[in-house]
């Protein structure tokens, strides 16, 4: 039905830019991107809508940039990668009735 896959992940130097895609087949109502801290809990890093409206948590503000390629791409842009930052990246994608997690990407920055 609804599949979820994202890419981009693996080593990042700390300072770089991270650029991670994720690609959802079929319909939406919107796709975020959420991380996965060693030591902490899933955390939201930001949500666009289908109407192209982006909405940010305020830590991740000025940090990360979500977008859209087209209504199945979209993609999650760091400005400057800091260790802090390493961790698991998923991608969830919400229909009328369901949500679906793409299996994420692991993120590692090294200095």
């Known amino acids: 039905q609804v599949q979820v896959v994202e890419s981009g992940g693996g080593l990042v130097q700390a300072g770089g830019s991270l650029n991670l895609s994720c690609v959802v087949s079929g319909s939406t109502i919107s796709i975020g991107w959420y991380r996965q801290v060693p030591g902490k809990e899933r955390e939201l890093i930001a949500i666009i809508l289908n109407n192209g409206r982006a909405n940010y948590p305020e830590s991740m503000k000025e940090r990360f940039t979500i977008s859209r390629a087209n209504a199945n791409t979209v993609y999650l842009r760091a400005k400057t990668v800091k260790p802090e930052d390493t961790g698991v990246y998923y991608c969830?994608?919400?229909?009328?009735?369901?949500?679906?997690w793409g299996q994420g990407t692991q993120v590692t920055v090294s200095s």
């Open positions: 969830n994608a919400k229909t009328s009735w369901t949500s679906h």
